[in-house]
């Protein structure tokens, strides 16, 4: 039997946190093998800080009255990628237990102050996010993430969320997992200049191609990640497939995706428009309630966005 994700309920609005990764390393000047951030859990130094990040975020979500999904350090586990960082699917596991238990930790004081905290389990792409990926097919994307599924089912997660995929059989794959593992699984794509994702396929495209191939296994819902605006607000196309898409998380600054990681520094674009802009957005979708950031964003960026989602929802 499906284990679903509750459905937009009136009042109800999550943030999620913004790019963990790019602060951390451009804030912060921790280098993030292959970027898996897990690996910092065996640095005291990086811990500190990574509890500050998330402290941050979560005051944000409690000031502006939103409920929190708590994800972000296991979007590089899955086996391909831990073999390449030297650990065995023991040594793997035990990071994953790890880094749930880290967020649920962070989290307890502020179960007073925020009406919901979730904690989200990440599932990131087999290949490179921003490469084509044609060559995995559902079967192997099925196998492949179900390690890593398996054992956020064991750590007993609210939600996973299958960030930064471009490709419908990897999308179909992760969700038939999920389903497998009794685990409920948003998939958030891409997208290029293009408004497409690199594989090709528009998001309406993509999306209705994965709902119609997974079936009774397809993914609760739909968001976007790693893109800005920009690149996302026409793919937005009219028509009822829209509504699948429930969750939208912005790069910060509007530029090749693989420079916005390998720069050197942050860079944040501009907070004050892009909060406007995800404002405009949940005016014209007001089933979407799920808002937070991706490369480039930090503290100052969610508040900008839950600050301006918060004004078109509940204070007009």
């Known amino acids: 039997m499906k284990v679903s994700f509750p459905d937009q309920q009136d009042g109800?609005?999550?943030?999620?946190e913004g790019g963990t990764e790019t602060e951390i390393m451009y804030k912060f000047g921790y280098e993030l093998p292959k970027f898996a951030m897990y690996p910092l859990l065996d640095n005291p130094n990086a811990v500190e800080e990574l509890r500050g990040m998330f402290q941050r975020y979560l005051d944000t979500v409690a000031k502006n009255g939103f409920s929190a999904l708590v994800g972000g350090l296991d979007y590089r586990a899955s086996p391909d990628w831990a073999e390449i960082l030297g650990y065995s699917r023991q040594g793997l596991a035990e990071m994953q237990y790890r880094s749930i238990e880290f967020l649920r930790d962070l989290a307890k004081p502020y179960e007073s102050q925020i009406p919901q905290i979730l904690i989200v389990g990440v599932v990131g792409p087999r290949g490179d996010a921003y490469s084509l990926n044609q060559n995995i097919t559902t079967n192997e994307a099925e196998d492949y993430h179900s390690v890593q599924l398996e054992t956020l089912k064991s750590a007993d997660v609210d939600l996973v969320w299958?960030?930064?995929?471009?490709?419908?059989?990897?999308?179909?794959?992760?969700?038939?997992?999920?389903?497998?593992?009794?685990?409920?699984?948003?998939?958030?794509?891409?997208?290029?200049?293009?408004?497409r994702l690199k594989s090709?396929?528009?998001?309406?495209?993509?999306?209705e191609l994965v709902d119609e191939e997974a079936g009774g296994e397809k993914p609760d819902f739909y968001g976007i990640n790693c893109s800005h605006p920009l690149e996302f607000d026409p793919a937005l196309e009219p028509g009822s497939w829209v509504l699948r898409?429930?969750?939208?998380?912005?790069n910060a600054a509007m530029m090749d995706k693989v420079s916005l990681c390998k720069l050197g520094h942050l860079e944040d674009g501009n907070p004050v428009e892009l909060g406007k802009q995800m404002g405009d957005l949940a005016r014209r979708y007001p089933h979407i309630d799920i808002w937070g950031g991706c490369c480039g964003t930090w503290e100052t960026?969610?508040?900008a966005i839950a600050d301006n989602v918060a004004t078109i929802r509940w204070k007009h």
Request: a positive charge; glycine letters at 6%.
């Open 162 to 195: 299958a960030a930064t995929l471009n490709n419908v059989p990897e999308a179909v794959g992760v969700s038939r997992a999920s389903t497998r593992v009794g685990l409920p699984v948003y998939v958030s794509f891409t997208l290029d200049s293009h408004h």
């Open 301 to 303: 960026h969610l508040d």
């Open 12 to 16: 109800v609005l999550y943030l999620t």
């Open 245 to 250: 898409v429930r969750s939208l998380r912005p």
């Open 200 to 207: 090709g396929p528009t998001l309406k495209e993509a999306i």
